[in-house]
């Protein structure tokens, strides 16, 4: 079992920067793939980046590749989503999940948080 909390969400101008946390519980956190989806209201929830277990190999969707990068730190059993140069776009309920592979679909993924909102204002 793996239990995830997210942190970090608020309300920011566009231009600005967040950084999110995610803190997990589980003796076996360590070995899985950590990965940020985001939803949007009407919108499907989507893959915004991932992080592997095995070599922390990363990878990120299109639209945030070069201004998001995720980073875990297993001594603390938490997984992080720094976010810069926030565009309106990026508004949405952001949410961490934990799964065996880092694949880009919600159906890779077992464990998933509440949540954290993110706004981002024009």
């Known amino acids: 079992q793996v239990q995830l909390v997210e942190s970090g969400g608020g309300l920011v101008q566009a231009g600005s920067s967040l950084r999110l946390s995610c803190a997990a519980s589980g003796r076996t956190f360590s070995t899985y793939a950590v990965a940020w989806f985001r939803q949007a209201p009407g919108k499907e929830r989507e893959f915004v980046a991932t992080?592997?277990?095995?070599?922390?190999?990363?990878y990120y969707a299109d639209s945030v590749k070069g201004r998001f990068t995720i980073s875990r730190d297993n001594a603390k059993n938490t997984v992080y989503l720094q976010m810069n140069t926030l565009k309106p776009e990026d508004t949405a309920v952001y949410y961490c999940a934990a799964g065996r592979l880092p694949l880009r679909s919600v159906r890779g993924y077992d464990y998933w948080g509440q949540g954290t909102q993110v706004t981002v204002s024009s």
């Open positions: 992080i592997s277990w095995s070599d922390f190999s990363t």
